[in-house]
């Protein structure tokens, strides 16, 4: 017996059918299409969940009498703009000469098929039911009543995670299920509106600022910092062109991290390329000596190529950078007066770090321990700026590289 075929157009109807309120059983007596390939060809093209099982209807009801002209500008997609977009993909046309033909911007259509589409696959009745779906409100707060979602968002940012982060990973690690996916947004909604969500009511403090509300951005400090250096001390414009994009590694940036005023202290060493953290343990006092020495013994036994440079600040803690420069064989160069983002890579190391080491406190309770652990920690954690690497990772590929 010869195999019965279906054509596109009866795909189609069935498929509009079914968006518009119709079941599948329906849809199926209606079109002669069996259940079976129905229910197929919604797998395929990533159709939503029915309402009343297998063979149920979507929930939603798209009005077919949204078959009209497009829309005044800032208006929704209608019906009759989705069958266009759909019926231009499939001819293989661009997004911006679709965009042209129902009076769109090209990045409308581009946003549509990326939101509404599944797989690299349109289909105009069901990313109308789609977008009908997440059109509708009030939304249901993810967060309520999923217990592992919650534990994964209060361990990670125990570590210092920034809900930023928890977002890319949560979805990297789950992009096949949806109900463990959250935006970084929601999150904050969570930490700063008690009513929201299962999060523990002091995880607000593990964020880097430890703020319990959203605040604007303050003012920037005008203290003057500034330590006296020698004439000799190389300037941040004498530093070579290749630090700045990164593609060349061992160039590092460092800085101190200070407590409370009875002097407390910790040393922070960035390597550009591969944002890997080293702490230097300062116990007792923080002068040009003590961090010379510390980062001497930090360094020495790096490969060479992984010592090419040091930016700092113009602190007077580098008075001996001199001393550095010999025993390293590695340049020191200064950033110029009140302009941290000079080296942006150690600021934002050093607010991460204000996760376990916290503004106003006395930093001499950490033991060379408790640093080794929370550098080793920092160097775990994956990060967006390297493709979700962490930073142990891309710098044992660095130097698997030099070695090969």
């Avoid at 797989?119 to 009543?145: D, E, W």
Wanted: with cysteine; hydrophobic share 35%; proline share 4%.
């Amino acid at each position: 017996m010869a195999r019965k075929y279906f054509g596109v157009e009866m795909k189609d109807r069935a498929f509009l059918l079914m968006a518009s309120g119709v079941s599948m059983d329906a849809a199926s007596r209606i079109t002669g299409v069996s259940a079976t390939h129905l229910r197929r060809w919604w797998r395929e093209v990533g159709g939503m969940t029915l309402r009343a099982g297998a063979r149920g209807g979507t929930g939603i009801v798209v009005r077919l009498d949204q078959l009209q002209e497009p829309g005044p500008k800032g208006s929704r997609l209608n019906l009759f703009e989705r069958i266009t977009i759909q019926a231009g993909l499939a001819q293989g046309r661009s997004d911006r000469d679709i965009g042209r033909q129902i009076r769109r911007p090209g990045s409308t259509v581009c946003r549509e098929r990326l939101r509404n589409g599944h797989n690299g696959t349109y289909h105009a009745g069901i990313a109308a039911a789609r977008a009908a779906v997440n059109a509708c409100r009030p939304k249901s707060f993810k967060l309520l009543g999923n217990r592992k979602l919650c534990l994964l968002i209060n361990t990670w940012m125990d570590d210092g995670w920034s809900p930023k982060l928890i977002s890319l990973v949560l979805r990297l690690e789950f992009h096949d299920d949806v109900n463990m996916q959250i935006s970084h947004e929601t999150i904050y909604q969570c930490l700063y509106v008690q009513t929201r969500g299962e999060l523990r009511k002091d995880l607000y403090r593990q964020l880097s600022l430890g703020r319990s509300k959203r605040v604007p951005e303050r003012s920037k400090r005008g203290t003057d910092r500034r330590g006296k250096l020698s004439e000799d001390a190389f300037k941040i414009a004498d530093r070579p062109a290749e630090v700045q994009d990164r593609a060349v590694p061992g160039h590092w940036e460092g800085d101190l991290i200070t407590g409370t005023e009875n002097g407390s202290a910790i040393g922070t060493l960035v390597e550009r390329t591969s944002r890997y953290t080293i702490l230097l343990y300062l116990p007792g006092k923080h002068g040009a000596e003590e961090v010379a020495t510390a980062m001497i013994e930090a360094m020495k036994d790096l490969p060479e190529h992984l010592r090419r440079s040091m930016t700092w600040d113009r602190g007077s803690e580098m008075a001996q950078f001199e001393r550095i420069q010999i025993e390293l064989g590695t340049p020191v160069y200064f950033c110029d007066p009140r302009s941290p983002w000079q080296r942006g890579t150690n600021e934002n190391t050093n607010r991460l770090l204000r996760h376990w080491f916290p503004k106003g406190t006395d930093l001499r309770v950490h033991s060379a321990a408790d640093l080794k652990r929370v550098q080793d920690t920092l160097n775990r954690r994956p990060r967006p700026t390297l493709g979700m690497q962490t930073p142990t990772q891309r710098l044992a590929e660095i130097i698997g590289q030099q070695a090969a």
